[in-house]
């Protein structure tokens, strides 16, 4: 009975030890809010400004970032990416130019802090010829988002650019892919309380080749959602 009793107590002494162990490595992990800027370009392409931002999260928090281009009189944001802990990817942002000298501001959102990046100039002193090979219809306004169809004559990636919205509102641009002839629903989502107001939509592919401006006039719709035609 002796060697019994002191074999269950050193298995509770081992087992205390084990615990004691256990508490003493707990790790308290920091909040760390942490990036990396690891490469900027910019190129131009006929009339086609486009600026690229590698962004790498090397913190311990998740974070939302999207680029802000002020350009002349103008502001543009890119769609937002989500970044968590460890991720890296790409922000991009396109302006389609036309004979100016512009003076270019970048800036980096990222979640509730602004960074302001790199400010440079360019001057396109030559006009490129462009060919508009899109159509666009059905054009409506909502509390918090816009949305049109668009068919191009040939499947292209293109740029989608709401621009010339009041200074207190936010359009963010989008890419996207468009089969040949067919009509596809686009919806770009905008932060601002509503007023009618007047807005130029742009389309335009990455090498300037094809393009498509308009004016429109911001109305919200009313008492019903969109019809499929």
Known sequence: MGILSNIKFLIFLLALICLAFSLKITVDIKED?????EFFNYTLKNNV???SLYVNNIGSLEFKAKLRMDINN????SGSKGFYPGK???L????FLTPNLYNVNLKLYLGNEIFDLKNFSINLSQNISTKNIFEVKNFRTYESYVEFR???EKSLNVIISIENYPKTWLFEQKTIFLKENEWKWIKINYDGLYK???VTLKIFSEDGNYYYS???ELKKIEGFRKVFI
């Open 92 to 95: 991009e942002l396109y302006y």
């Open 88 to 90: 890296s990817d790409v």
């Open 196 to 198: 009618p107001t007047n």
């Open 74 to 77: 103008f502001t543009i944001f």
């Open 150 to 152: 668009v068919k191009p």
């Open 214 to 216: 308009e004016n429109i």
């Open 33 to 37: 809010f942490n990036f990396k800027v």
């Open 49 to 51: 400004l486009k600026v």
